[in-house]
Nanobody, 120 residues
Framework: QVQLQESGPGLVKPSQTLSLTCTVSGGSITTNYYYWSWIRQPPGKGLEWIGY???????YYSPSLKSRTSISRDTSKNQSTLQLSSVTPEDTAVYYC????????????WGQGTQVTVSS
C-alpha cells in the first residue's frame, strides 16, 4: 500500500519561500509511469493543482504558479519537495501530495495534507 506524508513548517512569513516534503512509502517515486503531484486547498475554496514531477524526473507546473514554483525529488530518500517562493497570505492553504494511477492525473493516493499559514 502506497502511503504519502507531507511535512514542513506550518507558518511562513510573507515574501519567504515555502518548502514542503512528501515522503513516500510502499512504492518508489521512480516506478513507471506515475506522476507525483502537489495540490492545495485554500480555506473556503476548492482544490488547486500546483504541479507534478514524473517517475523520470520531468516537471510541469500550473501556469498561474509557474514563476514561483519548483518541484524536485531525492530518489535516495524517496521524497518529493515543493518550493513556492515569494509567498503571500493568499498562499495559505492545506497542501497535499498525491500520486496518480499512471500518467493520467487521476489521483488514487493522497497524503493527509499539511496546513501552511502565511503570516507575519
Amino acid at each position: 500500500q502506497v502511503q504519502l506524508q507531507e511535512s514542513g513548517p506550518g507558518l511562513v512569513k510573507p515574501s519567504q519561500t515555502l518548502s514542503l516534503t512528501c515522503t513516500v512509502s510502499g512504492g518508489s517515486i521512480t516506478t513507471n509511469y506515475y506522476y507525483w503531484s502537489w495540490i492545495r486547498q485554500p480555506p473556503g475554496k476548492g482544490l488547486e493543482w500546483i504541479g507534478y514531477i514524473t517517475f523520470s524526473g520531468s516537471t510541469y507546473y500550473s501556469p498561474s504558479l509557474k514563476s514561483r514554483t519548483s518541484i524536485s525529488r531525492d530518489t535516495s530518500k524517496n521524497q518529493s519537495t515543493l518550493q513556492l517562493s515569494s509567498v503571500t497570505p493568499e498562499d495559505t492553504a492545506v497542501y497535499y501530495c498525491a500520486r496518480d494511477s499512471g500518467g493520467d492525473l487521476v489521483y488514487v493516493y493522497w497524503g493527509q495534507g499539511t496546513q501552511v499559514t502565511v503570516s507575519s
